[in-house]
């Protein structure tokens, strides 16, 4: 089945840059997604066709997909952005055609 | 503002079903497709299935065909999500989330927990 993969966790120091990748062979050839989720909330998305950011989030995050992977970049990063991470891509040709990356927990140090 | 409102936790046995409800407000209800996501505890997103509330058409993920069926109710906004042979495996919280056709999910509601437990 589709798989997209995220490393489980990545940590990272307020004020620094964290990147966490979505793998999977040819990804840039699809529009990728991405979700932040708070403990005990529902997702929220943060980035919408690649890179474009709906109104609200803040300019620090932003998005790339090339090739196999595709990435989604928080700089300056605060406290309030440790949560859960999750890429998402649609393909028509897929069961299902709706797909989540595995899942990043993103923790600030 | 949009919001999506769902229906509170449900503990159901195993073998039972369960429907959830969520009620849209603050858009056009036939204009987005509705979709069903599921997360299980400390797992990731799962989706479902999706229904067009203009025509009611579905469209399920094929490991729920012949379980999963999604309705709607254009006079309330509200589309609803029946799982059907509940077994330990189905709990989890379930999400309804607009979509952006055929893309992505816009706006999500804030999740119902059903828990199947003998």
């Known amino acids: 089945s589709y798989v997209l993969t995220q490393p489980p966790s990545v940590s990272v120091a307020p004020g620094k840059t964290a990147r966490i990748t979505c793998g999977r062979n040819?990804?840039?050839?699809?529009?990728v997604h991405w979700y932040q989720q708070k403990p005990g909330q529902a997702p929220v998305l943060v980035i919408y066709y690649d890179s474009d950011r709906p109104s609200g989030i803040p300019e620090r995050f932003s998005g790339s997909n090339s090739g196999n992977t595709a990435a989604l970049t928080i700089s300056r990063v605060e406290a309030g952005d440790e949560a859960d991470y999750y890429c998402q891509v649609w393909d028509n040709s897929s069961d299902p055609p709706y797909v989540f990356g595995t899942g990043t927990k993103v923790t600030v140090l | 503002q949009v919001q999506l409102v769902q229906s509170g936790a449900d503990v159901k046995k195993p073998g039972a079903s369960v429907k959830v409800s969520c009620k849209a407000s603050?858009?056009?209800?036939?204009?987005?497709?509705m979709h069903w996501v599921r997360q299980a505890p400390g797992q990731g997103l799962e989706w479902m299935g999706m229904?067009?509330?203009?025509?009611?058409?579905?469209t399920y993920a094929q490991k729920f065909q012949g379980r999963v069926t999604m309705t709607r109710d254009t006079s309330t906004s509200t589309v609803y999500m029946e799982l059907r042979s509940l077994r330990s495996e189905d709990t989890a919280v379930y999400y309804c989330?607009?979509?952006?056709?055929?893309?992505?999910?816009?706006?999500w509601g804030q999740g119902t927990l059903v828990t199947v437990s003998s």
């Open positions: 603050g858009y056009t209800f036939t204009s987005f497709y």
């Open positions: 229904i067009n509330p203009s025509d009611n058409s579905t």
């Open positions: 040819n990804i840039g050839s699809k529009s």
């Open positions: 989330a607009r979509g952006v056709q055929p893309h992505f999910f816009d706006y």
